[in-house]
């Protein structure tokens, strides 16, 4: 057997208080970890949210360029009707003018006839 060892009292109360300060130090190390995972999981979800952000405004960026194409086209087309409107107006006058002249020259052709 072992032979027994005797230590004094002031040396087991000096180690007591290692002890104590050995627990202490494992407590914050651990709430330190705790708090450095939580962080880190805090700092990988920004950077997620980052690139989601991201893609949606390229995808916003890239909607609102065939907006301005669709709305440049659509102003295109709605000038091409005015000028259409505009030459079918005309026209239209043309041959109201034309009909007008044919009209008026076969009654004063048939005046004419009559004298």
């Known amino acids: 057997m072992d032979n027994p060892l005797i230590v004094e009292a002031k040396e087991v109360l000096r180690l007591q208080k290692y002890r104590r300060i050995w627990g202490v130090g494992w407590v914050l190390a651990t709430i330190a970890l705790v708090v450095t995972g939580v962080q880190t999981a805090r700092l990988m979800e920004h950077r997620r949210q980052e690139e989601k952000l991201e893609i949606l405004l390229a995808h916003v960026e890239r909607v609102q360029a065939e907006q301005k194409e669709v709305t440049s086209s659509y102003t295109k087309a709605w000038e091409n009707q005015q000028q259409t409107a ?7 006058t043309y041959v109201k003018e034309r009909t007008e002249m044919a009209t008026n020259n076969l009654v004063r052709g048939s005046v004419a006839l009559k004298r």
């Open 86 to 92: 505009d030459l079918l107006i005309t026209w239209g």
